[in-house]
């Protein structure tokens, strides 16, 4: 049955510091798939919100998806130890994928959730390959079965059919990226063998439970978060009285429950029986929705309750609302939190079970291997390991976002309604400072130590100023700046905005200031016409950053030109493998530079990179001959001229310089491109790494 606790801070601050019982996970999936109610129905189970108001924020009611990522701790309890589940709830939406980029980082694990109809999305797709990236562990949540039995009237076969299929499709998927992923890491470990003789060391393929999905690997789960029921194999377990591992092995597969020998046998198929899935799982379900959606049978609901041990009273039996029953009995027969809980605590890893290649990634830029690093760097690698909040050890904290929060809402400036022993205790406090002329710093210690919990609580000033959207920071001098956000896309959508009032300019400025700094993904640059230009990643992206510009950060009204997209052409790195899954790190060594360092210095070459290291070209340095320095310094005035024209339309530059200095510029440009060739100049060597 589902029950709801509710858990103090006191309890929340033992759990941190036991660093075995923190789970740090997040939600991901396309946008509609039922995030935000699997979010609300495990914070319900914390008492923080009523199940009622499951996935009803206002600002997500209006448009039908979040915007924003939300952050919470909660508490579980399982065989009677506590965890401390830090969960992030992420945006489906492709305009907020920044979101995804900083929750991955920050998790150990993730929930995906497919919508069983819908299937795999891009969305989908994206945030699996993200956490692929970060090395999270994943589990995997069907959900919206309702809809194949309430919408589609799919028999219970048929609904086991269409999960079989989106499962395989899943299954699939990741292979695919899988092998592209691991030869990505073998070409990787192919040149540090090279550079440091080592054969490197590849565990990526010694736990098949930790790439794929599947209900034998106890990583996937079945729900409906809307009509609050979730099936696990604990639940089977515990409803047929089979051992955890037969059960394991047999539940989803070719297999069948033998009612009369009471044994699990192989070959449903060929033997033309229902396989235990269908058995024991969809038909129940179905049973359940047939009599209370679809045909409404009050007596046979009565049954079923009985049955399953769910308690209903007459007046839950006949209300006109039909899922007022339906959630009555699943909250009490498949209740979603524990469930869930359940499985992060078994298949999500602890901090201290920290993926090595995470830690690595984290603390080396792209394009630098761990090895190069300081050795004092490289012990910190260690202090990753041992997770430990012992005063000794190094704080590394790494700030993945910012949030803009009014100072009156902190807890510290709430006022607070004092008891007569409260009152009592800050006149002794009084009459201890007034009687005592000095305190050290020892006895200032011990006075904090005897105040509340609440007092150990310990900001971070003056990030706001920095001008950053992440950072590191470390008690430790050689900590390096942590890894930045990786986006899956670039923002396209520009718009030009300016205060109505230009005395309110000041505000404005501030306003995008924090703007810029709480959303990782929008870039924010100032014309000289003292118009800011917003960058973001579409619509719904612009609208929000609109809205909190004006209503949060800002709080000015402003005027918004209308949104342009810019198409460029751009240089993106060369496939690691082929439609055949084949590698082409082979092929792709041609484009590898052939000329040592001091080869390029003799021949005046230098060696230049793009900012996103796709792109290396190679430039033949030269000085210039005395013609062409004397040329550009006569024809000064006529390049000042060329300058202040570079970037406006030609039409209009055309038509605002006479004929005479048009004749000026075209007769230099003639005459240089003639000195130039006379040099005999070479052109720029181009490669691609």
């Known amino acids: 049955m589902s029950t709801t606790r509710t858990y103090s801070s006191e309890i929340l601050f033992e759990l941190q510091e036991d660093t075995e019982s923190i789970r740090n996970i997040c939600i991901l999936a396309h946008v509609r798939h039922g995030k935000t109610t699997l979010a609300d129905d495990l914070l319900a189970s914390n008492g923080i919100i009523s199940t009622r108001l499951a996935g009803k924020a206002k600002a997500e009611q209006i448009r039908g998806i979040t915007m924003k990522s939300s952050a919470v701790s909660l508490v579980h309890q399982k065989d009677n130890k506590k965890y401390l589940i830090n969960l992030i709830d992420t945006p489906g939406h492709v305009d907020f994928s920044s979101e995804i980029s900083t929750a991955v980082q920050l998790c150990d694990g993730a929930i995906i959730l497919v919508d069983v109809v819908e299937g795999l999305r891009s969305q989908t797709l994206a945030a699996l390959r993200q956490a692929w990236l970060e090395h999270l562990r994943i589990i995997l949540v069907f959900n919206k079965i309702d809809r194949l039995f309430v919408e589609l009237k799919w028999s219970p076969r048929e609904a086991y059919l269409r999960i079989h299929g989106v499962l395989k499709h899943i299954n699939d998927v990741v292979a695919k990226q899988f092998t592209s992923l691991l030869l990505e890491k073998s070409a990787e470990q192919e040149v540090m063998k090279k550079a440091n003789n080592d054969d ?12 794929y999905f599947s209900p034998d690997y106890n990583n996937v789960l079945f729900a409906s978060t809307l009509d609050e029921f979730i099936i696990s194999q604990i639940y089977m377990q515990k409803k047929l009285s089979v051992k955890r591992e037969i059960l394991m092995k047999t539940l989803w597969g070719d297999y069948y429950f033998d009612k009369k020998t009471k044994r699990v046998c192989k070959g449903a198929q060929s033997k033309g029986q229902k396989p235990m899935f269908v058995q024991f799982i969809f038909e129940n379900l179905w049973s359940v929705y047939e009599a209370i959606i679809i045909r409404r049978d009050n007596g046979k609901l009565e049954k079923i309750a009985a049955s399953i041990g769910a308690k209903l009273t007459p007046r839950d039996i006949q209300h006109t609302d039909p899922y007022v029953p339906l959630h009555l009995i699943f909250n009490q ?27 690595e990634q984290l603390m080396c830029n792209k394009g630098r291997r761990f090895d190069t690093l ?31 929060v009014n100072k009156n809402a ?53 990030l706001d100023s920095l001008g950053l959207k992440s950072a590191t920071l470390s008690t430790n001098i050689f900590c390096p700046s942590f890894s930045g956000l990786q986006f899956e896309a670039s923002p396209i959508v520009r718009v030009a905005i300016k205060s109505k009032d230009s ?20 870039e924010c640059t100032l014309k000289d016409t003292s118009e800011y230009i917003l960058s973001t990643a579409g619509e719904e992206h612009l609208q929000r950053c609109i809205d909190d510009l004006t209503k949060i ?8 030109s209308t949104p342009t997209i810019p198409f460029h052409e751009t240089i993106i ?38 900012p996103n290291g796709q792109c290396t070209f190679q430039i033949r340095a030269v000085e210039l001959s005395d013609d062409i320095a004397v040329s550009l310094k006569i024809h000064s005035k006529l390049l000042a001229v060329i300058e202040e024209a570079q970037g406006r339309d030609d039409r209009k530059v055309i038509v605002q310089l006479n004929d005479q200095t048009l004749d000026q510029i075209r007769q230099l440009r003639e005459r240089l491109n003639a000195k130039i060739y006379c040099c005999k100049w070479k052109y720029m060597e181009f490669k691609y790494s």
Not at 335 to 350: C, G, H, K
């Open 200 to 211: 490197g060391d590849d565990n990526w393929t010694k736990n098949e439970s930790r790439i």
């Open 333 to 359: 027969w498949l209740p979603i939190a524990s469930a869930v809980f359940d499985m992060v605590v078994v298949q999500l890893p602890n901090p201290k079970a920290l993926n090595i290649e995470k830690i």
């Open 374 to 404: 300081l050795s004092e760097t490289q012990q910190l690698k260690q202090a990753f390991i041992n997770c430990s909040s012992d005063d000794q050890e190094p704080v590394i904290i790494y700030v993945s976002k910012l949030f803009y």
């Open 410 to 462: 902190l807890s510290q400036n709430r006022h607070k309604s004092l008891t007569a022993e409260d009152i009592a205790q800050e006149r002794e406090l009084i009459k201890e400072k007034e009687a005592e002329e000095t305190t050290t710093n020892e006895e200032l210690t011990n006075e904090t130590k005897k105040r509340s919990i609440d007092d150990r609580k310990r900001s971070i000033g003056q």
């Open 503 to 522: 005395s309110q300019m000041e505000q404005l400025r501030h306003g995008v200031h924090l703007l810029n700094q709480a959303d990782p993904f929008v």
């Open 553 to 560: 950060y800002a709080r000015i009204e402003i005027n918004v």
């Open 573 to 610: 790195a060369p496939p690691k493998v082929d439609f055949l899954n084949e590698s082409l790190a082979n092929q792709q060594q041609q484009f590898e530079s052939n000329k040592t360092i001091e080869e390029r210095l003799s021949c005046l070459l230098v060696e230049l990179s793009t």
